[in-house]
């Protein structure tokens, strides 16, 4: 079964601090992953998204995730955070079938930013 | 990018009454979409698959009496929740897959029960 491991609950830095968000999954086969931002009471934004290629994809509002197959593991980083980037972040795995297939997410890692 | 939009974005309804949000599509086709519920300062749990055309698809311990799910056409799915009680106040989420596979996510709605 494929599964998505958040370590972090929370984390707080700084603003101008760089920011990295640890995501592991446990899956199969080849894994689709993506990276959500949920502002409060709000919808998931797609930050970024990695199936194949270069291992370091780019994302909006500076966002970018590193794929390790060997560790299972797809963080996101941003060199320096902004206050807007307080929110709520989840990682999500699931299948490439070329056909859309659920996500299975993480429990989330809450950012707070402190000025 | 892709536009997913939910109505309503907020709901109160009285115990005993059904309430239907509605999921829709903006600015694509989407043959699938999925419906999560959220729990506060909790992740996402997928409820349910569905598929325009077909019955959907539902999870293990999710009541398919309960939330009924409607993909009539590839823009629009609705979830109605029936003789709504408190315990199904929460978070709930749709999210339409593009002809890409991406996966974009609604606003969600908020659905309270009196």
């Known amino acids: 079964a494929q599964s998505v491991t958040q370590p972090d609950i929370h984390i707080t830095v700084s603003e101008g601090a760089s920011l990295e968000l640890r995501c592991n999954y446990s899956y199969g086969a080849t894994p689709y992953l993506f990276w959500y931002v949920q502002s409060p009471g709000q919808g998931l934004q797609l930050l970024l998204k990695y199936f194949s290629g270069d291992t370091l994809v780019q994302g909006i509002k500076g966002f970018e995730a590193e794929f390790k197959r060997s560790q299972s593991s797809f963080n996101l980083r941003k060199p320096s955070v902004h206050w807007s980037d307080a929110a709520e972040y989840f990682c999500?795995?699931?299948?490439?079938?070329?056909?859309?297939?659920?996500?299975?997410f993480g429990t989330g890692t809450r950012l707070q930013v402190t000025l | 990018g892709a536009v997913v939009s939910q109505h309503p974005s907020r709901v109160i309804c009285k115990s005993g009454t059904s309430v239907k949000i509605e999921c829709r599509s903006l600015?694509?086709?989407?043959?699938?979409m999925f419906w999560y519920r959220q729990f506060p300062k909790q992740s996402l749990m997928l409820m349910a698959t569905?598929?325009?055309?077909?019955?959907?698809?539902?999870e293990q311990g999710v009541e398919k009496d309960k939330f009924l799910i409607n993909h009539a056409s590839l823009t629009l799915s609705t979830l109605t929740v029936t003789s709504a009680h408190p315990e199904d106040s929460s978070f709930y989420i749709c999210?339409?897959?593009?002809?890409?596979?991406?996966?974009?996510f609604g606003e969600g709605s908020w659905l309270t029960v009196v």
């Open positions: 569905s598929n325009e055309g077909s019955k959907a698809t539902y």
């Open positions: 600015d694509f086709q989407a043959t699938t």
């Open positions: 999210s339409a897959a593009t002809g890409r596979n991406t996966i974009y």
């Open positions: 999500a795995v699931g299948p490439y079938t070329g056909t859309a297939s659920k996500l299975t």
